[in-house]
């Protein structure tokens, strides 16, 4: 995984955005993918035929036997260095050095899995209103965050959490999971219920937290009781859980009380990720967040007490149950709420149409995917592999360019990636890795491609 080091001042001042190379911007840029929202069916389906049908065989080379190839850019993110577009923009351009206009049809289909940038690209597919909010960090300070509205009369509520407890906004001398918090989470969520939403989206990503979402609940008027019957510090992480013996819900927020009508919350998350055990997230994800051993008992044991003590009082059974474990345990935090907890692949695909271009246009030769780090996780509900699996059904070859393999990637070969490659060219320093990301991409694009082209230059010989 590509970690950029960041300190917490730049995100007082600008507002999370697609992370980026540059300082944050205020807006999405501009993007160059085909888009197909807010379209009815019949409008969609002639774009996706006409946009296809736009460049016609001409003989390029020997190699392509004068019928261009067919691409689909397909990748998430890098973590805290490039968005998905940014990727899918830094793909095309190597690609291109290689193949001109009249020699591929590229489409661009950025993937957000509900992480950094996932409320702003929503936002934008929609036609929605994006608004500012300062909201408490998730190390304490302030930080300018955002939300969207989107839907005709704007009462569906859009964020997503890591633009308010994004590991991003942890400078990378206080990355200390057992003290960072949800808070800023609930405070969002709060204004959406405060300006009547009646469905509330939640992006579960690229979190920097492992307090099982208390802090969010915290900020919703939640009590944390200990033993003596006093309350929990606000806002204290998930080493407070340890002291933790009661929920105490008088205060929760009107709206959230059972007796009212009840907000429709959604949480887009990795539904295999789970609470308590040997694969619960303080163990699995708790050392990517900056917890040494101990820390990650420590969480692990705060966790499974939240679960025991919700359980008891609720007999809703968290340690196991999918999702659960999702951005440090806010899954969890979320199921209190009544939240329903989508997998990914499924709410993303209705959000943004994507199946929708792999069934008008079958005839992708390859899929060119991405993501930070490829590794045993990767075919646990990350968004590359699911792609995958997808274009693997319409016989498309799907290749994954990545910024590190890890123990596992090996797996991916399963879920219809074919071949996967690093983008890193050398020894280098993880700072020095992810001030090059954009042009370790272009460049590793290309490579790709050139292989390609000499293992279609091969077939033709045959």
């Avoid at 789970?274 to 163990?283: D, I, N």
């Avoid at 993303?348 to 995917?369: A, G, H, L, S």
């Amino acid at each position: 995984m590509l970690n950029m080091p960041t300190n917490i001042e730049p995100f007082v001042t600008a507002i999370p955005s697609t992370p980026n190379l540059q300082p944050l911007r205020p807006k999405l840029p501009r993007l160059n993918t085909l888009k197909t929202f807010n379209l009815p069916p019949h409008k969609v389906d002639d774009l996706i035929t006409s946009a296809a049908s736009s460049v016609l065989p001409t003989p390029v080379s020997e190699v392509l036997g004068g019928h261009p190839l067919r691409i689909l850019v397909a990748p998430s993110g890098f973590k805290e260095s490039l968005g998905p577009e940014h990727v899918a923009d830094a793909i095309e351009a190597g690609v291109r050095r290689v193949l001109g206009k009249e020699s591929a049809v590229m489409r661009k289909l950025p993937l957000h899995d509900g992480g950094e940038g996932f409320c702003r690209a929503l936002v934008a597919a929609h036609g929605g209103e994006l608004v500012e909010h300062t909201v408490t960090g998730p190390v304490g300070r302030p930080v300018k965050s955002h939300m969207g509205f989107i839907g005709e009369d704007k009462k569906t509520a859009v964020l997503d959490m890591a633009a308010a407890a994004g590991l991003s906004l942890v400078p990378k001398d206080m990355r200390d999971p057992t003290i960072t918090t949800t808070y800023g989470i609930g405070k969002l969520i709060e204004k959406a219920l405060d300006e009547g939403c009646t469905k509330i989206i939640v992006g579960c990503g690229d979190s920097g937290t492992s307090d099982g979402g208390a802090g969010m609940l915290q900020a919703l008027g939640v009590r944390l009781l200990d033993s003596n019957g006093e309350e929990l510090p606000r806002a204290s992480g998930g080493g407070s859980l340890l002291r933790l013996n009661k929920l105490c819900w008088c205060n929760v927020h009107p709206r959230l009380q059972e007796n009212n009508d009840r907000v429709e919350i959604e949480a887009v998350c990795n539904i295999k990720n789970v609470l308590c055990g040997q694969s619960g997230v303080a163990r699995v994800y708790g050392p990517q967040k900056g917890a040494s051993p101990g820390q990650v008992d420590l969480l692990a044991a705060g966790l499974e007490r939240l679960a025991h003590v919700a359980g008891s009082q609720s007999k809703k059974k968290l340690a196991n149950a999918p999702g659960s474990g999702a951005s440090g345990g806010l899954g969890a935090g979320l199921m209190l709420l009544g939240a329903k907890l989508r997998p990914r692949s499924e709410a993303i695909n209705e959000y943004f149409e994507f199946d929708r271009v792999f069934e008008k246009e079958k005839q992708w030769d390859f899929v060119i995917t991405a993501e930070g780090s490829l590794d045993s996780q990767s075919t646990q509900g990350k968004m590359t592999t699911e792609v995958a699996r997808r274009a693997k059904r319409h016989g498309a070859q799907v290749v994954a360019l990545a910024g590190t393999i890890g123990e596992g990637a090996d797996g991916c070969y399963g879920a219809g990636i074919k071949a996967f490659t690093s983008i890193l060219k050398g020894p280098s320093s993880l700072e020095d890795a992810i001030a090059e990301t954009e042009r370790l991409i272009q460049d590793g694009a290309e490579k790709v491609m050139r292989m390609i082209m000499v293992g279609l230059a091969l077939g033709r010989r045959h």
